[in-house]
């Protein structure tokens, strides 16, 4: 497998594992879980249940106006940054901000402001089967 797809894979895989198994949703300074509603639009750590680690946003702060850079994927010239999870919150990089959208959220990061995202075919077939799998 190449490294890119390899890369790519971890990611969708690592994001993936945090929208199936849940997250806590910590805040930046404390170590417990909290209710979301007390975190709405303040720095908060994701950390995926499993791992332990911190959702972490890699590459460089978005430059000028959203959207401007043309799309995420490599055919459009540019690949966005990826998704990582880590062990600390390297440079305030695991610092995201749940903004409510009406009934949605948006989770956007701290430093370099792209939102989280994950890439992929919608998800098919019965949830409780891929869980027990």
């Given at each position: 497998?190449?490294?890119?797809?390899?890369?790519?894979?971890?990611?969708?895989?690592?994001?993936?594992?945090?929208?199936?198994?849940?997250?806590l949703f910590i805040p930046g300074k404390a170590t417990s879980t909290v209710n979301i509603n007390a975190?709405?639009?303040?720095?908060?750590?994701?950390?995926?249940?499993?791992?332990?680690?911190?959702?972490?946003?890699?590459?460089?702060?978005?430059?000028?106006?959203?959207?401007?850079?043309?799309?995420?994927?490599?055919?459009?010239?540019?690949?966005?940054?990826?998704?990582?999870?880590?062990?600390?919150?390297?440079?305030?990089?695991?610092?995201?901000?749940?903004?409510?959208?009406?009934?949605?959220?948006?989770?956007?990061?701290?430093?370099?402001?792209?939102?989280?995202?994950?890439?992929?075919?919608?998800?098919?077939?019965?949830?409780?089967?891929?869980?027990?799998?």
């Amino acid at each position: 497998m190449k490294t890119k797809s390899l890369i790519s894979f971890i990611s969708a895989f690592c994001f993936s594992l945090v929208v199936v198994l849940g997250v806590l949703f910590i805040p930046g300074k404390a170590t417990s879980t909290v209710n979301i509603n007390a975190q709405l639009n303040k720095p908060v750590l994701i950390e995926n249940l499993v791992t332990k680690r911190y959702v972490f946003s890699d590459g460089d702060p978005i430059k000028g106006n959203r959207g401007d850079e043309g799309g995420w994927l490599a055919s459009s010239g540019f690949e966005s940054p990826k998704i990582v999870g880590t062990d600390a919150n390297y440079y305030d990089r695991a610092l995201w901000t749940i903004i409510p959208i009406a009934d949605n959220f948006l989770i956007e990061n701290q430093v370099t402001k792209r939102y989280l995202f994950s890439d992929g075919d919608p998800i098919k077939g019965n949830q409780e089967m891929r869980e027990a799998g």
